[in-house]
């Protein structure tokens, strides 16, 4: 006997995808760790703007309001390599200033949206395209931009976004550990944080912004430590010297600090001495540390510690290094220096 058409239409619809009949009840569920891979090459990432932060632009969603609802990675080139962190459908392929915004349907989680952007693609995509996990995608656009990722998700009566640390597994997350980061909630302002500190948007642009702002991201270690050099003339007697650094690429542009010290030999007391315009001053913690430079950071940076003859024989033994953090401030930009170790020595007086 040929089936009715009810129950024909009854079977149909039992056959559609889960997403296409209801939505993922977030407030009560959580967010699922369902990424296992990182969409780009963490070992290319200086600093991550964080979940409900002032960076970049307003994106919020249908319950939440002016507050940068995605996280935005720092520091990649045009060689750093961008990968699907998930396998699932391209739903939708959009060019942007700088490379193309691509959004994938996770096979795993098909009522979330993650949307990757500013990425040079290495070939055609279209809506309907499968990816897989760890498939290359291309690069990130370049240096004019930073790389950023969101996740949608479809919710009972709203579009919401969570954050993409929150979805990662606990694999995955290993790897920003290894970065320094101890939890996730380090790299997520709640929103009742946002709410009890709001900013206040024109558009897209927010008009009240913290002053600084480096609360509102969060320094990686690891990123390396300085390439040091040196130049000097004549005998310990009557010597001129400079100091140089050669920095990681991915931190060239960004607001920091760059300092040298001095380590006194144990018979002098091992002290530490911060150098800054000409000028020495004991170490007594970043709270009062001078920095010789403040500001964008360049390719190599450099310090005329010495810049006449002058007797240093006094100072025979004497360590001098160089190094560089991430910072708008001298104490800020100390305190990241020390934590990732980002100092070298650069020659020792003799």
């Known amino acids: 006997m040929r089936p009715s058409c009810a129950l024909r239409l009854c079977a149909a619809l039992l056959a559609l995808p889960l997403s296409a009949n209801a939505a993922y009840d977030l407030d009560q569920l959580g967010v699922p760790r369902f990424i296992h891979t990182h969409y780009i090459d963490l070992s290319r990432i200086v600093q991550l703007s964080k979940f409900r932060s002032s960076a970049g632009h307003d994106y919020s969603d249908d319950v939440e309001r002016c507050r940068s609802m995605k996280h935005y990675f720092i520091g990649p080139d045009a060689s750093t390599a961008v990968l699907a962190p998930v396998s699932g459908t391209i739903t939708a392929v959009q060019p942007e200033f700088a490379g193309s915004q691509l959004q994938i349907r996770p096979d795993a989680q098909p009522d979330f949206t993650v949307i990757l952007f500013h990425v040079a693609l290495n070939g055609p995509y279209a809506a309907g395209q499968r990816v897989v996990e760890g498939q290359a995608l291309g690069q990130h656009a370049g240096r004019m931009t930073w790389s950023d990722v969101a996740i949608r998700v479809n919710t009972p009566g709203a579009m919401r976004h969570v954050s993409y640390i929150e979805a990662l597994s606990d694999t995955a997350f290993a790897a920003l550990q290894a970065r320094g980061v101890g939890s996730r909630a380090e790299l997520v ?17 927010f008009i009240n912004l913290p002053v600084p702002a480096d609360t509102e991201f969060y320094t990686l270690v690891g990123t390396g430590a300085p390439q040091p050099g040196s130049w000097s003339q004549g005998p310990l007697q009557a010597r001129q010297l400079q100091l140089s650094a050669t920095l990681p690429p991915a931190v060239v542009g960004l607001t920091g600090g760059f300092f040298v010290a001095a380590l006194l030999p144990p018979a002098m007391g091992s002290d530490i001495w911060a150098w800054s315009g000409g000028q020495w001053s004991l170490f007594s913690g970043c709270a009062a540390m ?28 004497t360590q001098l290094l160089v190094g560089y953090g991430i910072g708008s401030t001298a104490r800020l930009a100390c305190e990241a220096m020390l934590k990732g170790a980002s100092y070298a020595p650069a020659l020792t007086l003799n």
């Not at 403040?294 to 190599?300: H, Q």
């Open 290 to 317: 001078p920095a010789a430079y403040l500001g964008p950071l360049s390719p190599t940076m450099s310090a005329p510690v010495v810049p006449v003859d002058t007797d240093l024989s006094a100072y025979a033994g």
């Open 189 to 205: 302002i709640s929103r009742a944080e946002r709410d009890a500190a709001p900013f206040q948007c024109n558009g897209q642009s």
